[in-house]
């Protein structure tokens, strides 16, 4: 508890990224999905996480919170070659979370995600996530 409270303590002195930087996480975040969504286990997308959401969630926990992208074979990465569209410019919480929140131009369904990153240096880590499908008529 006390490492947490440290890098949150840290990263209350550096601010909101910048949008390019928002961007690059996002995309990181959702190509890791991705390539755990395909491989059918989230062991790897794990290893990526926060401190902070390695300690309240286990890879049991998110296969089967994810399994509907799995049962589907939802192939995200195509994603990469595209540009996420960030909703609203993003300030963090009082508690240093930075919440990013958008979508991906795609059809016929829109990838919609909401990450949540905390400040463990040297980087953002992400701290929670929920990705989407909504159909687009």
Known sequence: VADITRYLA???????????????LVKRSMHD???SVNA?????FY???????QQIVTVPQLN???NPF????????PLDRLRPRLKVAHQRDKNGVLELEGYYPTKPDRVKFQ???VYEAPEWKLAGASVNLIPMH
């Open 47 to 53: 290893h990526t996480l926060s401190l902070t959401w």
């Open 115 to 117: 990450f949540y990153y």
């Open 10 to 24: 840290m990263e209350k002195k550096e601010g909101v990224p910048s949008v390019r930087k928002q961007i690059a």
């Open 70 to 77: 799995i049962a589907n074979k939802i192939n995200l990465l």
């Open 64 to 66: 089967k919170g994810f």
């Open 33 to 35: 999905f991705a390539l």
């Open 40 to 44: 059918k286990d989230f062991t790897d």
